[in-house]
């Protein structure tokens, strides 16, 4: 069974900081991992999808590596701005169905 | 293009007692997700429908847990009797093809059991 973990739960930074977001999953055999935001009271919005044949995904600010090997992968945010505040949750698929096993999250906030 | 939507948005009721939610997935649509999401934790997927059948529901609390998906694209999660453990976020998602692409999330009902 797919455990996905992610580390740190919590993590606070003033605007303009580099973040790096960590996330550790036990079964490389992915079909692809992907990134989400969640904003409270909302629901998820997907940030970047990265297939298994892949090592990493840009998109304007943020781009995101994927490790199989090691079961690992990392969000970068460059530049943070306070609309950057959210929970970012990581999440693996192990089947062809596109079942997703998710992380805890990690919640950013990003201060003025 | 509309988004998904779910209704209610918030939904308190008494333990024992049973509730409903709704879903309307993205027009065109194949595959439809209903997850539960626990306070800190991350979305557990509960039941997953390719048009009207169903593909994954080994995370559905059968004795209490029910869905459907009448016609291939309106569904309905169906708690009876709500236990105290089951106050969650329900989130609908929906993909286009038969799954493994991105997914498209509403917005999500919120259940408080007391």
């Known amino acids: 069974k797919q455990e996905v973990t992610q580390i740190p739960a919590a993590l606070s930074v003033p605007e303009g900081e580099n973040l790096v977001l960590n996330c550790s999953f036990t079964d490389s055999a992915i079909y692809n991992l992907q990134w989400f935001r969640q904003d409270p009271g909302k629901g998820l919005t997907s940030l970047l999808l990265i297939q298994s044949s892949q090592r990493e995904q840009t998109s304007g600010r943020l781009n995101a590596s994927l490790d199989k090997s090691s079961g690992r992968s990392t969000l970068y945010i460059a530049a943070s701005q306070p609309g950057d505040s959210a929970t970012y949750l990581c999440c693996t698929t192990t089947d062809s169905w596109g079942k997703l096993q998710f992380g805890a999250g990690t919640q950013v906030v990003v201060t003025p | 293009e509309a988004g998904v939507a779910q209704s209610p948005r918030y939904k308190i009721i008494e333990k024992r007692q049973s509730v409903a939610f709704w879903c309307n997935p993205i027009s065109g649509h194949a595959t439809l997700y209903w997850y539960q999401q626990i306070l800190g934790q991350g979305p557990k997927l509960l039941i997953q429908f390719q048009n009207n059948g169903v593909v994954d529901d080994s995370q559905l609390p059968k004795d209490r847990f029910s869905a459907e998906r009448l016609k291939g694209v309106d569904s309905t999660l169906k708690i009876q009797p709500a236990k105290l453990e089951d106050s969650a976020v329900y989130l609908c998602?929906?993909?286009?093809?038969?799954?493994?692409?991105?997914?498209?999330f509403g917005p999500g009902t919120r259940l408080l059991v007391l």
């Open positions: 998602a929906s993909s286009p093809g038969q799954g493994g692409e991105t997914q498209y």
